[in-house]
């Protein structure tokens, strides 16, 4: 399918060192991007960069910490610079923990927004002006089915993932007038180093949840992800697709 191909595109993947970020930038890379994976992993970055090197892929490894705005103003000019501007940004980084909300602490609940909504939204409006001013582009902002629906002991981080969505809807809006799209892909419970750190119990109750009885993969959403990246989509923006076995069909 050659419209499914990103030749002569540069990509940023945030959260590209594991998981879905990795599974995403690692998926552009072989559409033909060239990727740069942005997380604030250094280990898993620059084993990310091997892995890809030892595929013949283009993908390379930016420290970024989406909870420092000025990580986030440095990385941005440095990609402006390196590569004129970015034809593909995809938003993958997430972070959270299942507590109960009474329990939150206030940096909990800031490190919480920064990772999941204030940082990739700064990020987004340092890279969107050039997109527009080139009258293309196509932006992915990965939220989740707690964002849709809500999620048992995840609730700043379903309010956080509830902004991502809104934030989708709204600038897509703004940025089709140059020619940008603005997609949101939700997933549902998938097996990632986040998933990992889930208890056991919630674990087995979110399969028992799910229609098809399994948790999610990683490249299952990074399909999903580089079909809004893709020329596929091109009549496509302010959507939101969820990537959840059926978890959420009724949400």
Known sequence: MSDMRLDGKTAVVTGGASGIGKATALEMARAGARVIVADVNEEGGAAAQREAEG????????KLDLTDPQSIDRFSAQVLERCGRVDVLANVAGWGKVQPFVEN????WE????VNLTGPVRLTQK??????EARAGKIVNV??????VGSLGETMYSAAKGGMIAFTKSLAREAARGGVNVNCVCPGPTDTPLMQAVPEKFREAFVKAIPFRRIGKPQEVADA????????SDYVTGQVLSVSGGLTLAG
């Open 105 to 108: 602490t206030p940096e909990f």
């Open 143 to 148: 939220s989740s089915d707690a964002g849709r």
């Open 225 to 232: 992800i580089l079909f809004f990246a893709s020329a596929r």
């Open 127 to 132: 890279l969107l002006p050039k997109m527009m």
């Open 111 to 114: 490190r919480v927004l920064a």
């Open 55 to 62: 595929m013949g892929l283009k993908l390379e490894y930016m």
